[in-house]
């Protein structure tokens, strides 16, 4: 089945040690999607792809950064994670070729959930 | 206030009922509209899209009212396994998307 792969489901890393969250895709879309998501709080967008462009959202900390080697796979770094960093991390997909009334639509991953001790 | 608000809940009803979630948004340039699903510890599940003024799926009805900027979700003959979070999403263009906090129901045997 197509689908949106997370790896680590979990991750825990230590203050300040860098850490790398990969996303894989096999629905072919062309838009990728990092988003954070702390408890009972809404997911918010921290940066997308479009194909190979990166868009990183205003308030996104300079402490994520994120990788797009090819279509199918993205990564998200945490060059220094706090322990505000703590969070769901849910990488998801959209394609611009679904047609006016499904691009929009949003798949997600199963996210990985990291833990900063 | 934030872009899209809903009540957090929770939304304690019994099985069979019929339940009703309302979502507002500020932004007017909002295009295309969703709610998503969420169960605890698991990621968004797209629910049902909205484009025009009101999507059915079974025992789910979505509507949108433009004028006064909100949606609301209409769940009837409601199920144990409806348990979850709702997500009101927002689309606005260029890959911007919004999601509310959601609104937590718990259905109870």
């Known amino acids: 089945d197509a689908m949106v792969i997370q790896n680590p489901r979990y991750q825990v890393t230590q203050f300040g040690k860098p850490v790398t969250l990969s996303c894989s895709q096999t629905?072919?879309?062309?838009?990728m999607y990092w988003y954070q998501q702390k408890s009972s709080q809404a997911p918010k967008l921290l940066f997308h792809y479009y194909d190979k462009d990166f868009n990183n959202e205003a308030d996104t900390p300079d402490n994520f950064q994120s990788r797009r080697p090819n279509t199918s796979f993205c990564f998200l770094d945490i060059r220094s994670p706090g322990l505000g960093d703590a969070a769901m991390y849910l990488c998801a997909t959209s394609s611009d070729d679904a047609g006016p009334t499904a691009r929009d639509t949003q798949y997600f991953g199963p996210g990985t959930r990291l833990t900063v001790l | 206030r934030k872009e899209v608000e809903q009540d957090p809940g929770p939304f304690n009803v019994p099985e069979g009922a019929t339940v009703a979630f309302n979502c507002t948004y500020s932004n007017s340039a909002s295009q295309s509209f969703f709610w998503y699903r969420q169960d605890c510890r698991k990621e968004p599940k797209l629910l049902m899209s909205?484009?025009?003024s009101g999507n059915e799926d079974g025992r789910f009805t979505a509507q949108l009212n433009r004028a006064s900027q909100y949606i609301s979700l209409l769940i009837r003959d409601s199920k144990l396994s409806d348990s979850a979070t709702y997500l009101c999403v927002l689309y606005t263009g260029g890959f911007k998307t919004i999601f509310g906090a959601g609104t937590r129901l718990f259905v109870k045997a």
């Open positions: 629905l072919n879309h062309n838009v």
């Open positions: 909205v484009y025009s």
